[in-house]
């Protein structure tokens, strides 16, 4: 994915005097070293010197897009193709014209449900969760839609086929202003993000089913919630496989068929999305890992900072010092 990273290959370049801004960039060299993806970095980091950013994703990203979640709001656009998501617990298919929102917090990924795969491009745009309230708050028409959207939990919507042309240019003037970075692009950007939420309103409303991938076999979706309402507590493949009166190679199957994730892997990656809310809500580091169903203190620890190339306490002071920085 292009994600607006220009700012970070400037500040990488072009060293600053700036101790919060030396040390933010070299916090997330390391990472990058270290072979934490990108999308994860910038996903648990205040947006920089910006209220709104866009990123382009062209259908040539290869790597897998594990179970993430942002600390701002997200807003997908399918420019083209089709492709299965992960929200929540709700599996959704996405066409061309799709809108995907994305309150804070909400953990996503794409799916692999769709055998023959054809090219996938989107657009995202992520705005600072104050600015998205300054807005809700500043224009009440705008506001009651949104808030509808994220409060009712209508994270897809799907078009009326009245408005696509209209968006669609409207996302690739911001790909384009991203792109040349003319002086004002940034200013531009947050303009054309500000002309697409209304867009948004007037053209899109929920779906009456709301995309689900429906399937003869829902054993996945059904997994899915129950490691949902259950992944504080101790869970093993046999004890799933028991509760829903399959194998435990079905199990591990429909895990790897599905997201391309063992089954341990998944329920690892929940919890550890669960910590890092709770570690930015302040809340002591031994609590988190006996509420988030770790072992023990050193087991929650050890995978932290295998996953995300840092310690607990070394994410918490990097989301600080991009705070600072903001």
């Not at 042309?165 to 003319?182: D, G, I, T, Y």
Request: a negative charge.
């Amino acid at each position: 994915m292009k994600f607006n990273d220009d700012y970070y290959t400037h500040l990488i370049k072009n060293p600053s005097e700036n101790p919060y801004e030396r040390r933010l960039v070299n916090q997330i060299e390391r990472l990058i070293k270290s072979g934490v993806p990108l999308y994860e970095i910038l996903g648990n980091m205040e947006l920089q010197n910006t209220k709104i950013q866009v990123n382009y994703d062209p259908g040539e990203m290869e790597a897998i897009v594990n179970l993430h979640s942002h600390i701002f709001y997200e807003i997908l656009f399918v420019s083209e193709g089709t492709a299965d998501y992960l929200v929540g617990t709700q599996c959704f298919r996405v066409h061309t014209g799709d809108i995907v929102l994305l309150p804070p917090g909400i953990n996503h990924s794409p799916l692999n449900r769709i055998q023959n795969k054809e090219v996938y491009r989107r657009y995202t745009v992520w705005i600072d969760p104050a600015f998205f309230q300054e807005i809700c708050e500043q224009y009440s028409d705008i506001g009651k839609t949104l808030l509808k959207f994220r409060d009712e939990h209508c994270y897809l919507l799907r078009s009326s086929e009245s408005g696509i042309h209209s968006l669609s240019a409207s996302f690739e003037k911001m790909k384009l202003e991203l792109e040349q970075c003319r002086p004002g692009y940034d200013l531009a950007i947050v303009a054309g993000a500000l002309t697409v939420l209304p867009q948004i309103c007037r053209t899109y409303y929920p779906s009456s089913d709301m995309g689900f991938v429906h399937s003869d076999d829902k054993l996945f979706d059904n997994m899915l919630c129950y490691v949902e309402e259950h992944f504080e507590e101790k869970l093993t493949l046999e004890q799933i496989a028991l509760h829903f009166h399959v194998s435990a190679s079905t199990v591990s199957h429909s895990f790897r068929q599905n997201i391309d994730s063992s089954f341990y892997q998944f329920v690892l990656r929940r919890r550890l999305l669960e910590a890092k809310k709770m570690l930015l809500g302040g809340l002591p580091l031994r609590q988190i890992s006996d509420d988030c169903g770790f072992s023990d203190y050193s087991s929650f620890y050890r995978l932290f900072k295998k996953e995300y190339g840092l310690a607990p306490s070394e994410y918490l002071t990097l989301h600080r010092q991009s705070e600072k920085y903001t």
